[in-house]
């Protein structure tokens, strides 16, 4: 067993912020919140997959909704703490560890919150691997297990519980609910034991943040190469390296998000090249030339490259240098099933799934 | 006719200007009584071309003496911050990641009440005038009489902070008190930052701005003055006294804007050469690259409208040493007439070595006449490794690009440079910031967030752009020449596609026009 002190929660946001790179938000005001909660409870423990004991009750925490409103309506802290409180009570039993939706960007830290305010372990994995935009989109619903009960409590101290027939019913009814709850909101979700979960949990994916971050920080310490870095640390395959010059959106009927697309003008070994990145809130396919070199689930993140500070959609605007990264989904992510869930068509494009692993690339006829 | 002056940390630049013409110039170094160094500046160059002071259509002033101030930690005033958004927003009290230090000198006591917004405008919780009075009467019983008013969403509606700004008011009519609202973008505890650093500076503003309109009456200019922003455009100095955060990165906007004009680029990278340190930065359509992240002022987190800038430890008062080379961090600063070998000093500094190497005249030459040739050249080569270093950090892509050299310390290096297509050091080079300040317009911005479920997407984009065109107003510049020049429209993320941040930029001329 091991423990999150204030170093390694450092790490474990500024590792979160990286892969936020590829969507999820900055957990600058979440890390704040994090190294508060550690100062006043103890630092968090946090249990290995293959220790939580086979009758724990398991939940995921985190927040839903918009990362910009986050940073505008601050948390209260008792929502953090009330998502749990209302969960045993509808279940009428303790909940024994919590874990992370996903390990990127804002919810990457604020199970830590969570466990430090409730004195509860934290487990070192996560459900998704990496952000997604839906919390139908996790390992947990391609196992089967279904989201609810779930609950979700605003900043003014509204609470809803959700108990639905699907999944795909739970994202629709809570992301309407958040958006009149002001579009953001704390929730607890996927309920399990202990014998499901490690079947289940994307294990080490906090230790992998942890340690991403970590170099990261070793790098800036010793005025390395904080991109090299980040490479090496994460083990990615460099997609890109280039200047933005277009960056459109546009709104598509019969979608909830916007549909992004920018281009971006090669250098150095890309000198001559062209790539497009289509995005929605996160990265979800990069076409260089006419060639799709990866596609969602595979994580594509996106770095200044001067900086090597992650930059998420929202912030992308024409003129920044960047470079592009893709890092591979988890394994389960690549069969039928889990492509049904979280593919590119899924998200409205009309592709198949594109391995950064595979080196042969498809042409794409636009 | 406009004159411009630049009072930077080292050196203070003016130029008098006619139109596009440089009619006089003058450099000085910066004196600790700010408005003392400009006013000098200015007389000088009335002096020099004998112009009837009554001819003077403006006077430009840019400064960084106002984030010196953060930066050094004096003059600073205490603040009482107000936040409205109970219950939310309590999980991050204002003050939350602040330096100790600056803490301790300026916090005067946060208060968190109820009020705020949500994105789609409705109330978080309404605003309670009791709770407000009760907090401006434990204001006033401190004594404090700077405020700072956040409230959640103020940037959809700006209503409560307005409110709670006139019942504090009323119980306190000396307060000084800054609106988040009013300078700061989305992002409430950095917005709030801004606001609070803003409210500390209020008083030092109004003293130098007020001190140095009197200071130009005296010299019988009776024009208006205006104070250079962020983004290298100008306000009008009655403006200027109530937004002083505004001021903080136009050193560096302003030494961009000065090379875009004098040297026909527009699209370039400016490397602006001090006495401490250099700044380098990129033209993009003739004006600053903004940072598209949260910026640190003085150890604080805020998200000002700041140009993308990275600094490095080079400038004429450098400190070097031949035998091991080693050239900076520290610099003789301000002393460099009185400590570098060449002004009868004995230090060496970076201005020696580019004497010694020939590459420029000044002071007396004889005085690094015995520095080995040798190893001369070997830290001219160090300078010039620094500098291209730096220009390929910055560059946007391994294209060639024009380079142009501004400050007085670009006469330490040789304008060739590995990587650039161009290397351009125009004439006036050395007072660049002052014709930036010269040359500039008046702007305004605004940040605003749209639910479209209650307004329109047209008539949301046509609010914003009124907002930004009156701000510019509001800054002093004239109402039919003011223009959209930016339009920024993207959708929050995670919320479903129909609420819109708007971020809108506007330019006008000067009310006198030039």
């Known amino acids: 067993m091991i423990e999150l002190d204030k170093r390694q929660v450092h790490d474990l946001a500024l590792g979160a912020k990286i892969m936020g790179g590829g969507g999820g938000g900055d957990p600058y005001l ?93 487990i070192d994995g996560d459900l998704m691997g990496r952000a997604f935009p839906g919390i139908h989109m996790t390992l947990a619903a391609l196992a089967g297990l279904r989201a609810t009960p779930m609950v979700i409590v605003d900043a003014r101290g509204s609470q809803v519980i959700l108990d639905t027939a699907d999944n795909l019913t739970t994202e629709i009814l809570a992301r309407s609910i958040v958006m009149d709850m002001g579009g953001a909101a704390q929730f607890a979700l996927y309920p399990m034991q202990g014998k499901q979960l490690c079947h289940i949990a994307l294990s080490g994916s906090m230790s992998q943040i942890i340690h991403i971050g970590r170099s990261l920080h070793e790098a800036q310490d010793n005025s390395q190469d904080p991109i090299l870095a980040i490479q090496r640390a994460t083990q990615g395959r460099e997609l890109f390296r280039g200047k933005v010059t277009d960056v459109q959106r546009h709104w598509q009927i019969g979608h909830d998000y916007v549909f992004g697309d920018a281009s971006v003008e090669g250098e150095g070994v890309y000198m001559g090249q062209e790539m497009t990145l289509k995005f929605q809130n996160e990265y979800l396919l990069a076409v260089v030339g006419r060639h799709l070199v990866t596609s969602v689930p595979d994580n594509i993140v996106v770095l200044e490259a001067r900086t090597a500070n992650p930059i998420p959609p929202e912030f992308l605007i024409s003129g920044v240098d960047l470079v592009a990264f893709g890092l591979p989904c988890a394994p389960r992510w690549r069969t039928p099933e889990g492509l049904s869930i979280v593919g590119p068509r899924t998200f409205g494009y009309d592709v198949d799934y594109r391995s950064i692993t595979v080196s042969r690339e498809i042409r794409m006829d636009s | 006719m406009r004159i411009g002056i630049h009072a930077g940390d080292t050196n203070t630049h003016g130029v008098l200007m006619k139109g596009t013409a440089i009619l006089a110039d003058v450099q000085l170094t910066t004196t600790t009584d700010i408005v003392d160094g400009i006013t000098k500046a200015v007389s000088i160059i009335l002096i020099k071309t004998n112009v009837d002071p009554a001819e003077i259509s403006a006077v430009t002033v840019g400064t960084s003496y106002f984030s010196k101030a953060i930066e050094e930690r004096r003059n600073l005033t205490p603040v009482a911050v107000v936040r409205l958004g109970l219950p939310a927003t309590q999980a991050i009290p204002p003050f939350t990641d602040w330096p100790a230090d600056l803490q301790e000198m300026i916090n005067g006591h946060a208060y968190m009440a109820h009020g705020g917004y949500e994105f789609d405008g409705r109330a978080i919780s309404q605003l309670q005038p009791p709770e407000i009075q009760e907090i401006a009467n434990r204001i006033r019983d401190r004594g404090i009489q700077a405020v700072a008013i956040s409230s959640v969403f ?173 050239i900076g961090p520290e610099s003789v600063g301000q002393e460099l007439t009185k400590r570098s070998l060449i002004f009868g000093g004995s230090d060496l500094t970076a201005i020696d070595i580019a004497v010694a190497a020939g590459i420029t005249d000044m002071g007396q030459r004889s005085a690094v006449a015995g520095l080995s040739p040798r190893k001369v050249d070997r830290a001219m080569r160090e300078m010039q490794r620094m500098v291209e270093q730096a220009v390929n950090q910055m560059k946007v892509n391994s294209a060639p690009l024009v380079v142009v050299l501004v400050g007085s310390g670009s006469i330490l290096i040789r304008p060739r440079l590995a990587g650039a297509l161009d290397v351009i050091r125009p004439d006036y080079f050395a007072v660049a910031r002052a014709v930036g300040a010269a040359i500039g317009r008046v702007g305004g911005e605004t940040d605003r967030v749209y639910s479209l479920s209650r307004i329109s997407r047209e008539t949301a984009l046509q609010e914003a752009r009124e907002s930004a065109c009156a701000k510019a107003a509001a800054a002093g510049a004239n109402p039919s020449t003011i223009q959209v020049v930016d339009e920024q429209v993207t959708p929050l993320n995670y919320l479903r596609g129909n609420v819109l941040r708007v971020r809108i930029r506007s330019i006008g001329d000067l009310e006198q026009g030039i």
């Open chain 1, 30 to 122: 979440v890390e704040l919140m994090a190294q508060e909660a550690i100062r006043t409870s103890g630092p968090v423990h946090v249990w290995a997959v293959e220790e939580v004991p086979d009758d724990a009750l398991v939940v995921a925490v985190g927040m839903m909704g918009g990362t910009t409103v986050l940073a505008e309506r601050l948390p209260s802290n008792r929502e953090i703490v009330r998502v749990i409180s209302t969960l045993e009570r509808y279940l009428d039993h303790p909940i024994t560890a919590l874990i992370s939706i996903e390990m990127a960007g804002v919810n990457g830290v604020i199970p830590v919150i969570s466990a430090a305010r409730l004195a509860l372990p934290l």
């Open chain 2, 154 to 326: 103020s940037l959809v509606n700006p209503s409560m902070e307005e409110e709670a700004a006139h019942i504090i008011q009323e119980s306190i009519p000396e307060a000084v008190i800054t609106l988040s609202h009013e300078i700061g973008r989305m992002g409430l505890l950095e917005r709030e930052n801004a606001a609070i650093m803003n409210a500390c500076l209020c008083e030092l503003a109004k003293n130098v701005i007020q001190t140095l309109q009197q200071a130009l009456a005296n010299l019988r200019i009776h024009a208006p003055l205006y104070l250079s922003q962020n983004d290298g455009t100008l306000m009008a100095a009655n403006y200027a006294e109530r937004y002083p955060v505004l001021t903080f990165a136009s050193t560096s906007s302003n030494a961009k804007c000065g090379a875009a004009f004098l040297s026909g680029a527009r699209e370039a990278v400016v490397i602006d050469m001090g006495g401490k340190t250099s700044n380098i930065g990129v033209l993009v359509s003739g004006f600053p690259h903004e940072s598209i992240f949260a910026v640190y002022l003085g150890g604080v987190r805020v998200n000002l409208r700041m140009p993308d800038v990275f600094t490095f430890n080079l400038g004429t008062g450098s400190l070097v040493s031949l035998d091991p080379l080693r």
